[in-house]
Antibody
Framework: EVQLVESGGGLVQPGGSLRLSCAASGFTFSGYWMSWVRQAPGKGLEWVANIKQDGSEKYYVDSVKGRFIISRDNANNSLYLQMNSLRAEDTAVYYC??????????????????WGQGTMVTVSS | QSVLTQPPSVSGAPGQRVTISCTGSASNIGAGYDVHWYQQLPGTAPKLLIYGNSNRPSGVPDRFSGSRSGTSASLAITGLQAEDEADYYCQSYDGSLSGSGVVFGGGTKLTVL
């Protein structure tokens, strides 16, 4: 079964750090771009960061640049998000998501086709 | 304030047809970037519903359809069912943003009356 399972969430004080993990199974993890997407309580989805198959390219939303680091371990089929200098506005459910490639009618598209169940991060004193 | 604008809520009776709009601008949908749609049932993770503007992944009923025109995209649901009650999000890319430019709409809550 194709699956993503996040872990590492919890309660942390402002300015603190947390490391999220995402364990992949059921597919060739090293063949896909991977992303972190978050959802604040009662709010919509926000893309946070993504990483290329071999880890050579990484991109971040402006609000987390310089504070969050995305990484991956293809040997262990794992994705990570190191979150530093956490702020109250980082409070959210964090999902890891696979960027799958779909082709139709001669065109190919990359979309978030597999999602984990999410892990809650609460930044509060 | 999301880059892509969706109505906060829509509603319809069972069996009816509803549409959800996703309005962008010249730097995202209007620039030709493709639109994907996701369905998020209460308390669950999002699920890919439509990819590449109008294509359904395997397993998604043909009651769901998507389209894109100009700076907007739409999701249509026909033969509305109680199980369709969920939040729906559009997603595209914005060339004016740094990084990968992935953007989501603010989401639309569908209520089945």
């Amino acid at each position: 079964e194709v699956q993503l399972v996040e872990s590492g969430g919890g309660l942390v004080q402002p300015g603190g750090s947390l490391r999220l993990s995402c364990a992949a199974s059921g597919f060739t993890f090293s063949g896909y771009w991977m992303s972190w997407v978050r959802q604040a309580p009662g709010k919509g989805l926000e893309w946070v960061a993504n990483i290329k198959q071999d880890g050579s390219e990484k991109y971040y939303v402006d609000s987390v640049k310089g504070r969050f680091i995305i990484s991956r371990d293809n040997a262990n089929n794992s994705l990570y998000l190191q979150m530093n200098s956490l702020r109250a506005e980082d409070t959210a459910v964090y999902y890891c998501a696979r960027e799958g490639r779909y082709c139709s009618g001669g065109s190919c598209f990359d979309a978030f086709d597999i999602w984990g169940q999410g892990t809650m991060v609460t930044v509060s004193s | 304030q999301s880059v892509l604008t969706q109505p906060p809520s829509v509603s319809g009776a069972p069996g009816q047809r509803v549409t959800i709009s996703c309005t962008g601008s010249a730097s995202n949908i209007g620039a030709g970037y493709d639109v994907h749609w996701y369905q998020q049932l209460p308390g669950t993770a999002p699920k890919l519903l439509i990819y590449g503007n109008s294509n359904r992944p395997s397993g998604v009923p043909d009651r769901f359809s998507g389209s894109r025109s100009g700076t907007s995209a739409s999701l249509a649901i026909t033969g509305l069912q109680a199980e369709d009650e969920a939040d729906y999000y559009c997603q595209s890319y914005d060339g004016s943003l740094s990084g990968s430019g992935v953007v989501f709409g603010g989401g639309t809550k569908l209520t089945v009356l």
